[in-house]
């Protein structure tokens, strides 16, 4: 019989509903990240003379079990399809035990997971320290 090249590995249940409490300490800490620290190093004033899209915005939001960091920009070109678009660049999946995954948005379109099982405050530091999670 010929080999498949399967093989059966370990895969943990991951919670489908994250608890209230938790959501609202990691809303808390991650707007507060932002405020003070994103928004003041990447949100910069509009050029002049703008030709090229450029940061505006950046805010936080949940899905499911999902914390996204989500970056707006402004799209001043004359062949613009809206005036501004929005674009994800660091994304905190809970798992669980107040641990959390975290992935950043790569350019082929997928999330792409690189650290796992962090504490929120571990991956809020990863974010100010890595580029790959920058807008």
């Not at 919670?15 to 300490?25: I, N, T, Y």
């Not at 003041?40 to 949940?62: A, S």
């Not at 790569?106 to 796992?116: A, F, N």
Request: proline share 10%.
């Amino acid at each position: 019989m010929p080999k498949t090249g399967r093989q059966w590995v370990w895969a943990p249940k991951k919670p489908s509903v994250v608890p209230a409490a938790l959501k609202e300490e990691v809303s808390a800490k991650g707007d507060r990240f932002v405020r003070q620290y994103i928004k003041p190093t990447y949100v910069e004033p509009p050029p002049k003379k703008p030709r090229y899209n450029y940061l505006v915005d950046v805010h936080t939001k949940w899905r499911g079990r999902y914390y996204y960091f989500i970056s707006k920009y402004a799209s001043p070109g004359p062949n613009r399809i809206a005036p501004f678009f929005y674009s994800g660049f660091a994304r905190l999946e809970y798992t669980g035990n107040n641990r959390f995954n975290l992935a950043y948005f790569r350019h082929t379109g997928q999330w792409w997971q690189v650290h796992s099982n962090l504490t929120l405050r571990k991956a809020l530091d990863l974010i100010r320290e890595c580029g790959l999670f920058h807008p």
